[in-house]
């Protein structure tokens, strides 16, 4: 038997990595010279294969800083390392209990020890969070999932069907982004295979995707609302592109790149790109403009192939602020009193003034073009990056006005008069006075526990363990330096901690604002993929997703950014590279956190 840590120390290893035996090592440890060597070894093997995440591992051994965290005497980097830990640990209760109940399903059933095969039944909580589990160094984790990753058919039944965007965000994203993080040649071919399986969905006459494929068959359906929703439509480019790039598969951007074709065409308003599609005609079957359901990370997608294909294809960038500049001139409003910018959906140009969690990624996307969009007017810069404080602010708001600290998946807001209530005017009022008092939306605010003055109310009460507030946290904290924004994060993590975490793994909340909340039998595993990971980046102080050279899909998956090749170029008809590909303004976090040291506290 060996040594007990001897074994710990080997227990992260690839088995195939192994390089001598049991035997060779009982026999060392018999003679007390060499006791050691087994040791010496074990730690020169470890620093050999894991020196790219050394850094992010061992934090089990950090002391614990002594509480309460915000008393400021504490070092921040004491209390960074802190916080870190403890999404890690978040991450390792949700997905041991994932293990323990649900092992190789798609999703543990958190109140009931259940399990549900809900996407297609491959194990998603898996695939979805490999990327994850390398992030955050839980390397006997990411193994074992590795070895699902070998196993994978991708089958289903012959009357089945995957549901396309979501295959492609969560599985094949998961795949890309381990692989690119890791460089384990099975996930690539496993993503090489899949993202071939799933090409049928693009056979329609207008080469828009069909709702859902059957990756054996290739018989493909449509959804309930017999159209193409634009999200469906415009968000496989990161993952298809990339898997291009990796495969020399030209199929793979074609089929993909026909999409931002028919966008490009499109005889819309303004950008306005409509929510439904016709998989036929390849034209708008509605007049809806959305930044919610439906249409969400479509308009994140423009702007990142932009970044992820290091900034060569001028038309998606174009269209994103063609679509983003719609969108803050018709989409933005505020409440009449406490003024709560938020934004909002309109059909045929009459807005329902529901403002959806889903749309709070919004600020993060607009916080990141303002950040990187090199040559964009000042004056456009500026108007992004205030709306993107102000809609993040009113995402804070909407949890921290609940009881429970977590935000409601949907909500009305009070309407102020049509045209005076929407932000546009209003910024464009302050303009013209010479800009005296604070930018319309932006300033103080406080949470308010009275429900009368909130000026909004729930529809859904739920919190669904989402990530889209705490991702536009962290991409506010990375492009302003904020520390308000980690701060904010830390809060809505704790009250995930308080509120959503069970014996077995998290569950998520029924109603936000009641306390002792009960709870949903779910447990997404956009929780382990996404909102832990972006939790854990906001307080990890290693830069392990730079962002000058990563890009996040929909799901949270980074994508390292890549230069198409000379051949690539003629190929795709893509215009050779100009100029030297925008500066890198990112600072690493530990900068950010060296800035802030003497200003961290916020909150009065
Ligand atoms: C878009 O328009 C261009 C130029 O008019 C045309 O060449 C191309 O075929 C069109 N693409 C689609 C998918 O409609």
Known sequence: MLPFHTRQSNASFPPKRTVFSVQSLQLLYSRPVLRWLPYLFGLILTLYLFTPFLFSYGRDSLPTPTL???DNKLPLAEVLSYRAQKVRDAYV?????YKKDAWEWDELKPLSGGKDNNFNGWGVSIFDSLDTMWIMGLHEFFHEGLEIVEKATFYVSPKDYVPFFETIIRYLGGLLSAYALSGEPILLKKADELGASLLPAFKTPSGLPMYAVNPMTGTTRGGWTGSVLLS?????????KYLAHLTNRAEYFEVTERIMDIMYNATVTDGQLPTQWDQNTGKPTNLQFSVGAYADSAHEYLLKQWLLTAQSEPKAKELYLKVVDSMIDTLLYVTPNRHLVYVTDATNGSP???FEHLSCFLPGLLALGAHTLDGLPAAQKERHAWAAEGIATTCWLSYADQASGLGPDEMMMARGDSTSGKWVNQLEQWEASGRSGVTPGLGDHKPERNLAAREYHAIKTTYLLRPETVESFYILWRTTGA???????????EAIEKHARLENGY?????????PVSHLDEMPSFFLAETLKYLYLMFVEQDIIPLDKYVFNTEAHPLPIFEWNPKERAQYGIAPKVGGGGTNRWLKPSSLTAALTNHRRWFA
């Open 68 to 70: 309460p965290l915000d």
């Open 93 to 97: 209760h949700a997905y041991s209990s």
């Open 232 to 240: 469906e439509a415009l968000s496989n480019q990161m993952e298809y």
């Open 352 to 354: 329902s003034h529901k």
């Open 483 to 493: 520390e308000i924004w980690r701060e904010r994060g830390w809060a809505v993590f």
């Open 507 to 515: 569950a998520s909340v029924a109603n936000v604002d009641k306390v």
